[in-house]
Every structure is written in C-alpha cells, then in structure tokens.
C-alpha cells in the first residue's frame, strides 16, 4: 500500500511563501489524482488544490487561486504545493491525498479521497 508523508510545513509570516512537499513510499502513485486540504482548529477539512494523475490539469479553491499552484514529478513519487502571499487564514494542518478510484474528473470533497497523509502543520503570523 502507498503511504504519504508530507513535509515543508512551517512558520511564516504573513506574505511569505512555503512550499509543500508529499512524497510517496511503498510504490509509484503515478495513476492517481492528487489532492491538497487544509484543517484549522475547530473547523472542518477543506479542499485546497488537486491535480490529475499526468499533471496536466489542476483545480484550486477560490481562496487560494492565484496564490498556491500544485504540481507533480510522478517520476519522484512527489506531489508539491507551492503557496505564496501566505495570509493567517491560510493556517491549518495540510494534507495531501490520494485519489484511486475517480476518472474523468477531479475529486474535491475529502471523502473522494481514500489514502491520507500524516498532514504537516502551517503558521502564517499576522
């Protein structure tokens, strides 16, 4: 089974730039559709970015459009989330996921997802 582990989390301040990292281990997960959300306390989990198996097609959330762009090296096993023009409610724990059932679409619920990382904590201080 594929286990992903995200890294590149940090603390920035606001206006910064981090990027995320979400490697794969076990095996190449080059035929799955790939998913970032987010979580901050006492909110529920929420769909950030995705990007289809071939990386030719990527989906943003509206608050994160223009900012965050989601790209893959399928050859690396590796999935990134480059975010910039960090703001404090961008804060959360982020997670990557992988989506192997879905085609002709991209996922952007969390419970289209069925394989999840560990999540790697974001602090944008105002």
């Known amino acids: 089974q594929v286990q992903l582990v995200e890294s590149g989390g940090g603390l920035v301040q606001a206006g910064g730039s981090l990027r995320l990292s979400c490697a794969a281990s076990?095996?190449?997960?080059?035929?799955?559709?790939m998913g970032w959300f987010r979580q901050a306390p006492g909110k529920e989990r929420e769909f950030v970015a995705a990007?289809?198996?071939?990386?030719?097609?990527?989906v943003y959330a509206d608050s994160v459009k223009g900012r965050f762009a989601v790209s893959r090296d399928n050859a690396k096993n590796t999935v990134y989330l480059q975010m910039n023009s960090l703001k404090p409610e961008d804060t959360a724990v982020y997670y990557c996921?992988?989506?192997?059932?879905?085609?002709?679409?991209?996922?952007?619920?969390?419970?289209?997802?069925?394989?999840w990382g560990q999540g790697t904590q974001v602090t944008v201080s105002s």
């Open positions: 996921a992988a989506d192997t059932t879905t085609i002709f679409r991209i996922p952007t619920f969390p419970d289209e997802y069925d394989l």
């Open positions: 076990g095996r190449t997960f080059g035929n799955y559709g």
């Open positions: 990007i289809n198996w071939s990386g030719d097609n990527t």
